[in-house]
T-cell receptor
Framework: DAGVIQSPRHEVTEMGQEVTLRCKPISGHDYLFWYRQTMMRGLELLIYFNNNVPIDDSGMPEDRFSAKMPNASFSTLKIQPSEPRDSAVYFC???????????FGPGTRLTVL | DAKTTQPPSMDCAEGRAANLPCNHSTISGNEYVYWYRQIHSQGPQYIIHGLKNNETNEMASLIITEDRKSSTLILPHATLRDTAVYYCIVRPNTGNQFYFGTGTSLTVIP
């Protein structure tokens, strides 16, 4: 298995633009997690899905952020409109069950100018 | 609220054992202790986890005190590639948050 795949690896955009981050979890994993990492706040859990259903989105910072998982092999995190303070590294992770280890993707480094 | 306390940084000589402490004095009975590490710019990597018994795998050993208020991650023979930020995480068996905290930055010195 190729592991968790994220795209793009780097994204530079201007304030106000829509940004879509993509994630392909490991096949067979029932849980998918979206994290954001910044120097100020460290690694934060934004939202997680179980069997494609969003379970806890309490970490999503604002209504500008939305996440979907249309099927077991694909998830998106969308920011609309983007702001400079959204600049961060966004990680996607998946796990077989809640208590199992999470496998992280390489991350998407987002810069909003 | 990370529920764990770790020293911000540590050094370890190459080839020696690295012992990374973690305090989790408010841990509940159903909460596990997990350890992850993050090598520069990469995604976090799982190391080990446990509930109350000591655990060992090919990467490390986890020692949890009898009262479960603290634990120690042991890398038996540290190498330069073990230089990373190590996160100790307390996590319930079901549901809810998974806080990474600020971690310990371990530097392995040649």
């Amino acid at each position: 298995d190729a592991g968790v795949i994220q795209s793009p690896r780097h994204e530079v955009t201007e304030m106000g633009q829509e940004v879509t981050l993509r994630c392909k979890p490991i096949s067979g994993h029932d849980y998918l997690f979206w994290y954001r990492q910044t120097m100020m706040r460290g690694l934060e859990l934004l939202i997680y899905f179980n069997n494609n259903v969003p379970i806890d989105d309490s970490g999503m910072p604002e209504d500008r952020f939305s996440a979907k998982m249309p099927n077991a092999s694909f998830s998106t995190l969308k920011i609309q409109p983007s702001e400079p303070r959204d600049s961060a590294v966004y990680f996607c992770a998946s796990s077989l069950e809640w208590r199992n280890e999470q496998f992280f993707g390489p991350g998407t480094r987002l810069t909003v100018l | 609220d990370a529920k764990t306390t770790q020293p911000p940084s540590m050094d370890c000589a190459e080839g020696r054992a690295a012992n990374l402490p973690c305090n989790h004095s408010t841990i509940s009975g159903n909460e596990y202790v997990y350890w992850y590490r993050q090598i520069h710019s990469q995604g976090p990597q799982y190391i080990i986890h446990g509930l109350k018994n000591n655990e060992t795998n090919e990467m490390a050993s986890l020692i949890i005190t009898e009262d479960r208020k603290s634990s120690t991650l042991i890398l038996p023979h540290a190498t330069l590639r073990d230089t990373a930020v190590y996160y100790c995480i307390v996590r319930p068996n079901t549901g809810n948050q998974f806080y990474f905290g600020t971690g310990t930055s371990l530097t392995v010195i040649p």
